[in-house]
């Protein structure tokens, strides 16, 4: 199944990735090229076959449902790019910004 | 023992002799650093660490020291120098994957494999370079540019944990962590002509490593022989509240597979006394023609296609041959689904890893770049000045087989050939087999630079990975050299059965003996 530029750019805008228009063509490219290698799948009968999405386990128990504090040695403050009052401060969001106040 | 031939010393040997009062902490730490000096372990040259503190370890050294003199139990790891792949937490040297967005970051916690390691005496001298994100199987994938083999400095040495073989091949650590999704323990070990060993999944706690592919990640271990990864597993498997796939099942005392014998009942008092380090392991005996008696290795046909490189068949040959002299039946056996392994591993771990590098946003920790343009525009500068173009193109792959329209065809019909792969392991172990041989890697280390096509770089996998998704433990130990490079075979066992694997790994390490790296 070939990628094209529009899905390049569509699941990058889903991913949150900044990609250029020369970088979006190399990745049409590049990812046209590996999933060509995927198509084998399609060959495989897995009708009756149950998937697997984890192994060995017995799945992912549930806790108590009681909070827990985090085993930290140091503060937010000490690797978070920006934080004010114990909040991590974030830029506004598009639809309600002035571009001259945003940034925090 | 003396520090002076530090580079060649086991971990058991260096703890023995720590306890015993023959050898100061200190001087164990001056040795490692030394060693990573003379060899050009930094950036410039082998670009082997990415960070380390001699006046932290040294004051780590004094800690054990101080525990020596209490007369305290200090741990099967006293005093031993131990280095950690980027991607696992510890406190004091930062954590970063290798990555520009994660660049001077440091966790404010410790992953719990390292709590254990500093709990039995361990040091840790050294944070080691990767591909960023453990996503690449040559290290030059890292932010901070590629590791050189220390065995041929033009060539890779493996990934993602190159940086832990190599410092464990140029004999800077006897022991070092790194981390397993598709292979990228055992593949750098084999590059670099150490073992490396990856356990079952939930084998390790994954506390604090940070995700790539969570169904697939485990924490593994190189070490300078097959003792010093038996050891290193020893000391770090085992459950874990903090992490709810780990298993509860009990960890044998891998060392005395040294002896040949099958594992000793759980909890008995005499064994428990050799895990603490209060008693010794027994002197294993020489190699015989008993060694191997009883056990079947499976030799899988689809791990030797016509097309592998005769130097590495006929090493692979010469390891089987060794195993028959030694009392071992070889079985030829078929794992028909194999060959399907690279597609699914390359659509179910990006697909992973495009929801757990989500979290990576400029929002709660690492890089933040914000052009002033809102949130979104921040997300994506971040994501984009941050990540390096593999990861850029594993996550857009990931977002892509989960998309809409796509999921079914891809995502999903990966997870259903999944279980088809792990299905011709359960069957072959059913049927009698008790361990199973292959190469590790197609070829030996290739030359920095030499493959830039991403699915080429991506079939160095291809024994290796199977493992990962089947969720069975593999170990790979060196059995020799072509163009001088280092050559290893990897040994597969089943689910929690590591103690099989590493009484087959011993034997082949001292059934080759010198041949292992000539």
Redesign the interface.
């Known amino acids: 199944m070939a990628v094209t530029r529009e899905d390049v750019l569509h699941i990058a805008e889903l991913a949150r990735l900044g990609v250029d228009a020369a970088r979006a063509e190399e990745l049409t490219k590049e990812l046209s090229a590996i999933l060509a290698h995927m198509d084998v799948l399609s060959q495989i009968d897995t009708t009756s076959v149950p998937t697997t999405a984890g192994i060995g386990s017995g799945g992912t128990p549930l806790r108590p449902d009681v909070g827990v504090s985090p085993l930290m040695k140091g503060t937010l403050e000490s690797f978070a790019p920006s934080m004010r009052d114990g909040f991590f401060i974030v830029p506004r969001l598009a639809t309600h910004e002035d571009p001259s106040e945003s940034g925090a | 023992m003396s520090v002076e031939n530090y580079t060649q010393l086991g971990a058991a040997a260096i703890a023995s002799s720590v306890r015993a009062g023959q050898v100061l902490p200190a001087d164990l730490i001056r040795a490692s650093f030394k060693r990573a000096a003379d060899i050009g372990a930094g950036p410039d040259e082998l670009n082997i660490v990415l960070y380390a503190d001699e006046k932290a370890s040294l004051e780590e050294a004094e800690e054990i020291q101080n525990r020596v003199n209490s007369a305290a139990d200090v741990g099967v790891l006293a005093g031993v120098p131990v280095a950690i792949k980027d991607n696992i937490a510890s406190?004091g040297l930062p954590t970063t994957c290798a990555s520009k967005i994660l660049k001077g970051?440091?966790s404010?916690?410790?992953a719990t494999a390292v709590t254990r390691l500093r709990a039995n005496g361990a040091m840790i001298v050294a944070k080691t370079n990767m591909d960023e994100f453990a996503m690449g199987s040559s290290t030059e994938n890292s932010a901070y540019g590629p590791t050189r083999n220390p065995v041929d400095v033009r060539c890779v040495a493996g990934g993602s944990s190159g940086g832990s073989a190599a410092a464990v091949a140029a004999g800077i650590t006897p022991i070092a962590l790194g981390s397993e999704t598709g292979g990228s323990v055992r593949q750098p070990a084999a590059f670099c002509g150490v073992v490396g060993v990856k356990p079952?999944?939930?084998r390790v706690s994954r506390y604090g490593l940070v995700a790539f592919a969570s169904?697939l990640d485990q924490i593994g271990v190189v070490g300078r022989s097959v003792d010093d990864a038996a050891l290193g597993l020893e000391v770090i498997a085992g459950f874990d509240?903090m992490d709810?796939?780990?298993?509860e099942v009990d960890v044998p005392i891998y060392r005395l597979a040294a002896l040949g014998k099958p594992a000793p009942e759980a909890h008995d008092p005499d064994t428990e006394a050799i895990r603490i380090g209060r008693s010794p392991v027994p002197l294993p005996p020489p190699p015989s023609p008993h060694t191997l008696e009883g056990v079947v290795i499976g030799k899988p046909r689809e791990y030797f296609p016509d097309s592998l490189d005769t130097g590495i068949r006929d090493l692979c040959e010469r390891a089987l041959e060794r195993f028959r002299s030694m009392g071992a039946t070889i079985r030829d056996i078929s794992l028909p689904r194999s060959p399907?392994a690279?597609?699914?591993y390359?659509?179910l771990a990006p697909a992973e890893a495009?929801s757990n590098l989500?979290r990576f946003?400029?929002?709660?920790?690492?890089?933040?770049v914000?052009p002033?343009?809102?949130?979104?525009?921040?997300?994506?500068?971040t994501?984009?000045a941050g990540?390096g173009r593999e990861v850029?193109?594993r996550?857009?792959?990931g977002?892509?087989v989960l998309?809409a329209g796509?999921y079914d065809?891809?995502y999903?019909?990966?997870?259903?050939?999944?279980?088809?792969i792990?299905d011709d392991f359960r069957s072959v172990f059913a049927a009698g087999v008790n361990a199973i041989f292959t190469p590790t890697t197609p070829t030996p280390a290739f030359p920095i630079g030499a493959i830039s096509?991403?699915?080429e770089m991506?079939l160095n996998d291809i024994f290796t990975v199977t493992a990962n998704?089947?969720?069975v433990p593999a170990i790979s130990v060196p059995i020799g050299r072509m163009r001088r490079l280092p050559v290893g075979g990897q040994i597969i066992t089943a689910?929690f059965d590591e103690y099989t694997m590493f009484r087959v790994a011993y034997a082949l390490e001292a059934g080759l003996g010198r041949e292992a790296h000539q």
């Not at chain 2, 709810?244 to 298993?247: G, P, R």
């Not at chain 2, 946003?361 to 933040?368: A, P």
């Open positions: 406190l970051y440091v404010p916690f410790e079952t999944y939930g169904s509240k709810s796939t780990s298993s399907l690279i597609p699914v390359y659509i495009s989500a946003d400029g929002v709660r920790y690492g890089l933040r914000d002033g343009k809102g949130l979104k525009a921040m997300y994506e500068a994501r984009s990540f850029t193109r996550i857009l792959l977002t892509y998309s796509y065809a891809y999903k019909k990966a997870q259903a050939v999944r279980t088809l792990a096509d991403p699915y991506y998704l089947a969720g689910h």
